[in-house]
């Protein structure tokens, strides 16, 4: 079982910067990746970022892509997404995930452990 905590979501700014963390208790697995989802009010929830525990491969949503770094550290248990250049859009509540086995990235329902979600707000 894995268990998942978010901190660092807030208020900031169009242009503005945020750092989201996510501290996971209990084993990660070789294989498993991490990541970040989000969900704004009305909508569908949307892949972000994700990670490969073992070997640190990153992945993307277009809406992030040159604006936001996922990274991991193995050794604390924690991954933290860097969020540039913030865009009133970006505005959601930020969920962080982790799955043993993904075979499809973007997807949703391939992650078996959420967070409780933080909230990211946009002004513009």
């Known amino acids: 079982q894995v268990q998942l905590v978010e901190s660092g979501g807030g208020l900031v700014q169009a242009g503005g910067s945020l750092r989201l963390s996510c501290a996971a208790s209990?084993?990660?697995?070789?294989?498993?990746?991490m990541g970040w989802f989000r969900q704004a009010s009305g909508k569908d929830e949307e892949f972000v970022a994700a990670?490969?525990?073992?070997?640190?491969?990153?992945y993307y949503g277009d809406s992030v892509k040159g604006r936001f770094t996922i990274s991991r550290n193995n050794a604390r248990n924690t991954v933290d997404l860097q969020m540039n250049s913030l865009k009133p859009e970006d505005t959601a509540i930020y969920y962080c995930?982790?799955?043993?086995?993904?075979?499809?990235?973007?997807?949703?329902?391939?992650?078996?452990?959420w967070g409780q979600g933080t909230q990211v707000t946009v002004s513009s």
């Open positions: 995930v982790a799955g043993r086995t993904i075979l499809t990235i973007p997807a949703a329902d391939e992650y078996e452990f």
């Open positions: 209990g084993q990660m697995f070789a294989t498993g990746v």
């Open positions: 990670i490969t525990w073992k070997y640190g491969t990153t």
